[in-house]
């Protein structure tokens, strides 16, 4: 059976292009579960494979897409029943196996989660990994210890996938919350989410030069590293903490023991790819219930196959705001 697929190639020149092929079902990997996707939710990782980023994504031609929300057409163990509604997030899904932006996948059984009750295939990608990772930071945050009395968080790459939920999560959960952005004209789009202040990225980095600062903020979460993680680890408040998520900026990370020694603060590494299945179902079934996020749909963009060469590479100019989401059933 044929079926369309986002697909990104290698031309003659050594660049990468993506567009939309039919494909046949038969050269899916063999797999035990095959799913008919729904949608699947834009990361900046999908990005870094449209792009070619050969640490992403070894071996082109490539169907991109990390998560998927779907249902199943057939399996080869007892775990899911065909017509099912399944969630795929992380492993090795749109890395260097075919992802979420064809129009089916198939993928072992231990990588396959039963959808919430409570969500629909679209409220699941509006999370989708940007979102689920947002929720990863927070507990983490929480399980060190951060109370909204030690002060404002701050959360970079504010208006991008994992900082815009995150920001929702925070003031849901009763936090200030101050974003650190590029986007400092988008004063609207942040007092919606619920942004008490924002913080210029370009001011914010000026400060950098001196070995500590001004303690202000209680905890903060950081999708940037480089010059963005290693200036806010010096203004988080004694025995606060930091979330550490991404790599928008630099892998690098230059830094000094003064923040751990002389404040007691922690930073935490997250990473929503390779955790056990278990620990990822009882995380979405609390982004589905406790810390469910109602107007998260609205925030998002759903958008056709045809618009996805477009919007991943705003996403890798940084110039994207929020969540968007590939509706499969969606005319370009
Ligand atoms: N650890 C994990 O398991 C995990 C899971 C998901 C994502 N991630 C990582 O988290 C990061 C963010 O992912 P995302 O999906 O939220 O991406 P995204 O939607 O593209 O958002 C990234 C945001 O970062 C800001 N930004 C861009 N370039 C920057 C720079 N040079 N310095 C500082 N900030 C910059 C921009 O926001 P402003 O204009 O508002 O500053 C941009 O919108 C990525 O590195 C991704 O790989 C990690």
Redesign the pocket.
């Known amino acids: 059976m044929e079926y369309k697929a986002f697909v990104v190639s290698e031309d003659d020149s050594g660049s990468y292009l993506g567009g939309i092929k039919t494909l046949n079902i038969q050269d899916l990997p063999a797999g035990d579960v095959l799913i008919k996707v729904e949608c699947s939710s834009l990361?900046?990782?999908d990005?870094l494979s449209f792009s070619g980023n050969k640490g992403v994504t070894r071996k082109f031609p490539h169907t991109p897409g990390i998560d998927a929300a779907g249902e199943v057409v057939s399996c080869a163990t007892d775990d899911f029943k065909a017509g099912q509604k399944v969630l795929v997030v992380g492993y090795d899904l749109g890395m260097n196996t075919s992802g979420g932006f064809g129009e089916y996948i198939s993928v072992p059984a231990k990588w396959v989660m039963p959808m919430p009750v409570a969500m629909s295939a679209h409220q699941s990608m509006a999370w989708g990994?940007?979102g689920f990772?947002a929720a990863l930071c927070i507990d983490k945050l929480l399980m060190a210890g951060a109370k909204k009395e030690q002060g404002p968080v701050l959360v970079?790459?504010?208006?991008?996938?994992?900082?815009s939920i995150a920001i929702m999560l925070l003031v849901k959960l009763g936090f200030e919350v101050h974003a650190?952005?590029?986007?400092t004209a988008d004063k609207e789009y942040f007092k919606q989410l619920g942004v008490s202040e924002i913080v210029s990225?370009a001011e914010f980095l000026k400060s950098s030069a001196k070995p500590m600062l001004k303690p202000i903020y209680g905890s903060a979460i950081d999708?940037?590293g480089g010059d963005?993680l290693a200036t806010m680890l010096k203004m988080i408040k004694p025995g606060g903490s930091v979330a550490c998520?991404?790599?928008?900026?630099s892998i690098e990370l230059q830094t000094t023991v003064l923040p751990f020694i002389l404040r007691g603060i922690n930073l935490l590494g997250?990473?929503?790819?390779e955790l056990p299945l278990n620990v990822k179902q009882d995380m979405w079934l609390k982004m589905a219930s406790d810390w469910s996020l109602p107007a998260l749909l609205d925030q998002c963009q759903l958008i056709a196959k045809q618009q996805l060469a477009d919007t991943l590479q705003s996403?890798l100019n940084?110039n994207?705001k929020g969540r968007y989401v590939l509706d499969h059933n969606l005319a370009g």
């Open positions: 990361n900046f990782k990005a990994t940007a990772t970079s790459g504010a208006s991008g996938g994992v900082g650190l952005t590029s986007k990225r999708v940037a963005v998520c991404g790599l928008v900026a997250v990473d929503s790819v996403m940084g994207i």
